[in-house]
């Protein structure tokens, strides 16, 4: 089947290009870029695929250019697709968009928090929200789908097999920290490795995007700080929330080990996990606690917010679109060290 990846130059773009690189069935047959890279090598630019794509080039994002494929990631700024999709999705066997514009039901709600109107409405109730754990049904039957954010993929992993179960009263607390990849290719001055190295930091306080991503499909109100953790990719999602009844620990990891049995993706473990583990990989590893003092439920969630968190997840919902295995070219396996 033939794909094509618009914005295939940045961090998300470029993992897109490495994981179907090693897909049966996809394969890359244009690659688009800004026009500073159109005509370039993939491979001199993102040396890493130079083995893999040693004669494709980056090309406009025209229209024209991606009619007639089977698939098309759009791996491009928040607010930037919304622009192309309506000329393409007409033309093409399926989408998946990486970016937020299309995971928001209400145009009023990304209005609100995206800071201008939406410019295709009309598009929303044709996309399956990307997240294929918990809406797997719906991906399968639709042709155009809004992939996850990484933020609200390890918040929800987290809390939404409690909110499901009616387990959950209140709002819950999330405090996630990712790595500088999720803050794009772009080069910016607070992205410098000597202002990242040694630091740790909170940002977008109470006013970031992905709070009401996760509280659409938590159901529930959402107190969201993200940080910025000094190493290049992986996510770390602390969560709390109030059970609606007395849980124990056991209780909990019952509830989480139920939700996910026989997913290829979600690993429940007894251990805290850890960024390091998820690393390459497509998997989110989980673990819950109940604190008796409080009563507090704790749910931790650590994955690669490039793979699972973005191009990984865009290609298990691009799978699920065409009929494939799901975990078709996506490795189960991290990288250690």
């Known amino acids: 089947m033939k794909a094509g990846v618009v914005g295939a130059s940045g961090y998300a773009g470029a993992e897109l290009l490495r994981l179907c690189a090693s897909h049966p069935c996809l394969e890359v047959t244009v690659a688009t870029a800004g026009p500073s890279r159109v005509g370039e090598l993939v491979g001199a630019h993102t040396p890493s695929l130079a083995a893999a794509?040693?004669?494709?080039?980056?090309?406009?994002g025209e229209p024209h250019l991606l009619e007639g494929l089977d698939v098309v990631f759009f791996a491009l700024p928040h607010g930037a697709s919304q622009r192309l999709v309506p000329e393409v999705a007409p033309h093409v066997g399926a989408v998946v968009d990486l970016a937020a514009d299309f995971r928001l039901h209400d145009p009023a709600a990304y209005e609100t928090w995206y800071g201008e109107a939406?410019?295709?409405?009309?598009?929303?109730?044709?996309?399956?929200y990307g997240l294929p754990e918990l809406f797997r049904a719906e991906i399968g039957a639709a042709r155009m789908v809004a992939a996850a954010g990484c933020y609200p993929t390890a918040a929800a992993l987290a809390l939404a097999p409690f909110a499901r179960a009616g387990l959950l009263e209140g709002?819950?607390?999330?405090?996630?920290?990712?790595?500088?990849?999720?803050?794009g290719r772009a080069p910016s001055d607070r992205l410098h490795f000597g202002a990242v190295d040694e630091d740790f930091r909170a940002y977008g306080l109470l006013t970031h995007r992905h709070t009401p991503e996760m509280e659409q499909t938590l159901g529930l109100p959402v107190l969201f700080t993200p940080h910025l953790a000094p190493m290049a990719r992986g996510i770390l999602a602390t969560c709390y929330a109030r059970p609606a009844r007395r849980?124990?620990?056991?209780?909990?990891?019952?509830?989480l080990s139920d939700a996910y049995a026989g997913e290829t993706f979600v690993v429940v473990t007894d251990e805290p996990p850890s960024t390091k583990s998820t690393t390459g990989s497509n998997c989110a590893h989980l673990t819950a606690r109940i604190d008796e003092r409080t009563g507090w439920l704790l749910v931790l969630c650590a994955l690669d917010n490039l793979v699972k968190g973005a191009a990984g997840q865009a290609i298990q919902c691009a799978?699920?679109?065409?009929?494939?295995?799901?975990?078709?070219?996506?490795?189960?396996?991290?990288?250690?060290?």
């Open 53 to 60: 794509y040693p004669a494709l080039r980056y090309e406009a």
């Open 118 to 128: 939406h410019r295709a409405p009309e598009l929303l109730g044709g996309f399956a």
């Open 171 to 183: 709002s819950a607390v999330v405090d996630a920290a990712s790595g500088v990849s999720g803050a």
């Open 247 to 255: 849980l124990t620990t056991a209780d909990a990891m019952t509830v």
């Open 319 to 337: 799978n699920l679109v065409l009929g494939l295995d799901e975990a078709a070219g996506l490795p189960v396996a991290g990288l250690y060290p």
